[in-house]
């Protein structure tokens, strides 16, 4: 099994709270890790009918066999449960007793908000990060393999082809995870929502344009868009406000949590296809968008990266809230550096000032180099700047 970064934090806060919660996609390791860091205490799937049948019909008995607490998988699969083991927990002062997982938001955050509010850790977990697949002997030294690949744990450690896989992850997730939070009649159009998504990637989200694109009204496709956030699909990354006299965008960017899985959205069915397609660079930026946030989330650390853009086009495509002072990454595809790539980075940094530091572009090349005030840094490296931010 490839070690998993989050280790320490999680065993930390195992230390420090009564509970603890990691969630995350679905496959993305959760049970995994949770039985590794704790294989004494009892495991329970709560997406056993009869283990959530019994969770639902009476929570106290339930949580009774497991004096010294125990993992509950899923939780999310009985929301009662939670009521019920604020009691338990308020009943113990040791802490780690029960270990939490859950792959939908939808929910299970606000009744730990209401129920277990100062009881609980709650730790992010995404499939592996470049360094986890590096360190495993798993990460394609080609840039467009890994991304077609994904990282989604399976995949590698069952040595699954990564175009069936994700395209039985993309069926069993409409199937089963939409279909638990709303009733869509037509799958069909919720997968084309889904592609359409897909086609979005990297860029600013137009609920209006989707909308039109598949017959669906703004507050549908706003719904619709909150279910791939909370099921862990997409997610929204926020503009920077700060203007510096200038008309900024306040629209967010739309990405995917796995590029593996919007490729395959996208209907891309090899990596040589990657090479010559249209959205190689947004689904690039992708990538490293995701591992940045991997770094923070496998220390246990929230988001701190935003976009800018103003209204001429002048954009960074991210910036990470250092304190009082900000840090600027570019981000180019490409693997040979050419001036072009950093006069957007130099324009902002004219206009941020003292507000800026460590300015960064990472590329699809792979040398480490110095431009400027600028450093190029070569996209295997780029789970080390991640760890920094």
Request: glycine residues 8%.
């Amino acid at each position: 099994m490839i070690k998993r970064q989050i280790e320490p934090v999680l065993k930390k806060m195992a230390r420090q709270f009564k509970a603890v919660a990691i969630t995350g996609p679905r496959q993305s390791g959760k049970t995994t890790l949770a039985k590794a860091v704790f294989p004494d205490k009892p495991y329970v799937s709560l997406e056993t009918p009869d283990e959530r049948d019994r969770a639902i019909r009476d929570p106290r008995h339930f949580l009774s066999r497991f004096p010294d607490g125990c993992i509950l998988d899923e939780i999310q699969r009985a929301p009662d449960l939670f009521s019920y083991l604020q009691e338990t927990l308020d009943s113990n002062p040791d802490a780690g007793r029960f270990i939490l997982t859950g792959s939908q938001q939808f929910g299970m955050m606000e009744k730990i908000s209401q129920t277990l509010a100062g009881r609980i850790g709650i730790l992010s977990l995404l499939p592996f990060s470049a360094s986890e697949l590096n360190q495993g002997g798993f990460l394609s030294e080609e840039l467009d393999t890994a991304l077609w690949q994904g990282a989604y744990p399976p995949i590698f450690d069952q040595q699954i082809d990564p175009q069936l896989w994700l395209d039985a992850y993309i069926t069993t997730y409409v199937e089963r995870d939409v279909r638990q939070i709303i009733n869509v009649k037509d799958t069909a159009v919720f997968q084309r929502f889904l592609s359409l998504c897909a086609g979005n990637t990297g860029g600013l989200f137009n609920a209006s344009r989707i909308g039109n694109d598949c017959g669906l009204n703004h507050g549908t496709i706003s719904n619709w868009l909150s279910i791939l956030e909370a099921s862990y699909i997409a997610f929204r990354l926020p503009p920077h406000y700060r203007n510096y006299r200038k008309r900024v965008v306040k629209t967010p960017k739309l990405y995917f949590w796995d590029t593996g899985l919007v490729i395959r959205l996208l209907g891309i069915e090899s990596s040589a296809q990657l090479k010559t397609h249209p959205l190689r660079g947004n689904l690039f930026e992708n990538w490293v968008v995701v591992e940045l946030l991997k770094g923070r989330f496998n220390r246990g650390k929230k988001s701190n990266l935003f976009f800018w853009r103003n209204n001429t086009g002048l954009e960074v495509d991210v910036i990470a809230e250092q304190a009082d002072k900000l840090q600027p990454i570019e981000i180019k595809s490409g693997a040979t550096l050419t001036s072009d790539w950093y006069k957007a980075i130099n324009q902002w940094l004219s206009l941020a000032g003292d507000d800026a530091v460590s300015p960064s572009l990472i590329y699809g090349g792979d040398t480490l180099w110095k431009e400027g005030f600028v450093t190029s840094i070569p996209w295997q490296q780029t789970s080390e700047l991640a760890n920094e931010i």
